[in-house]
């Protein structure tokens, strides 16, 4: 199926574009992107007085699976996300059970790719349960899909805990470390 996306102003932070421009797409995927593209469309849409811009990241979401599916579910937020422009999602650790295992890490990201509405990069918690006592594994848990670390809303007192959970990550890779 061909969609041609008319007159709408293109923003590409990569290639520094801002202008009016036709966007041609066939079967989900970027043809042409141009000026008064004259082609043959199944649907076209007028863009006119419309922004078209790459999908948004949301690097603080709250998705409540698991233990809190009465607010929140991995599918509803994927769907809210999506419908707001966002393509990529990162949600903060405050579930129940935490995020502070591969094995948790694994079931939502597995859960996710079964949504499979926009990219989900989960943070893990940085101490277990999100109690401020007990570090996670951090290897294993980049090792299982964390994008970063986090005990979201639960700050870490333990200043030797901060500095012993930053020099454990950097030992591993370098990556944005949130302590609030």
Do not use: W
């Not at 996300?81 to 502070?100: Q, R």
């Not at 694994?106 to 509405?117: D, F, G, P, Q, R």
């Amino acid at each position: 199926m061909k969609i041609l996306f008319k007159n709408g102003t293109v923003i590409d932070y990569a290639s520094k574009t801002e202008e009016v421009l036709d966007i041609l797409v066939e079967d989900a995927k970027i043809i042409k992107v141009e000026k008064d593209i004259n082609e043959n469309a199944d649907k076209v849409v007028d863009c006119n007085g419309l922004y078209i811009i790459p999908g948004m990241i949301d690097m603080h979401c709250h998705l409540r699976e698991p233990g809190g599916e009465h607010k929140e579910t991995i599918e509803t937020g994927s769907k809210s996300a999506v419908k707001g422009g966002f393509t990529s999602i990162c949600p903060m650790p405050n579930t129940k059970p935490t995020p502070d295992s591969a094995i948790v890490l694994s079931e939502i990201l597995e859960k996710a790719k079964k949504v499979n509405l926009c990219n989900i990069f989960p943070f893990s918690s940085v101490t277990k349960e999100e109690k401020g006592q007990e570090l996670v594994d951090f290897k294993s848990q980049l090792e299982a899909g964390a994008i970063a670390f986090s005990d979201d809303g639960m700050p870490v007192e333990s200043s030797a805990m901060i500095r012993e959970a930053m020099l454990e990550t950097n030992k591993i890779r370098k990556f944005c470390f949130r302590t609030l």
